[in-house]
Nanobody, 122 residues
Framework: QVQLVESGGGLVQPGGSLRLSCAAS????????MGWFRQSPGEDRDLILG????????YVANSVQGRFTISKDNAKNMLFLQMNSLISEDTAVYYC???????????????WGRGTQVIVSS
């Protein structure tokens, strides 16, 4: 089993930046990729960024391309999400996830954090 804990959410003004972190623990040797999902009220949970742990290959959804960046620290079992140029549509609960090798596929992810709320509002 793998446990994931997100941190760093909060309230930010439009145009601002925020950095989310995710700490992984447990049987981390069993996972090959990690990712970030988000879910707005009444919407599906969407994969926005994924990263392959062994080589750093990434998937970036069109909705966040050029504004959000995913990064990792394998030694510390940490995942990060840097969000810039935030807009109101980015308001959502953000979830960290971990799974197999198909880091670009939403179905790839087996383990989930509990989520952290991001609100973009003036």
């Amino acid at each position: 089993q793998v446990q994931l804990v997100e941190s760093g959410g909060g309230l930010v003004q439009p145009g601002g930046s925020l950095r989310l972190s995710c700490a992984a623990s447990g049987d981390t040797s069993s996972i090959h990729s990690m990712g970030w999902f988000r879910q707005s009220p009444g919407e599906d949970r969407d994969l926005i960024l994924g990263i392959m742990l062994i080589n750093g290959a990434t998937y970036v959804a069109n909705s966040v391309q050029g504004r959000f960046t995913i990064s990792k620290d394998n030694a510390k079992n940490m995942l990060f999400l840097q969000m810039n140029s935030l807009i109101s549509e980015d308001t959502a609960v953000y979830y960290c996830a971990a799974g197999g090798r198909q880091f670009y596929s939403p179905d790839n992810y087996d383990y989930w954090g509990r989520g952290t709320q991001v609100i973009v509002s003036s």
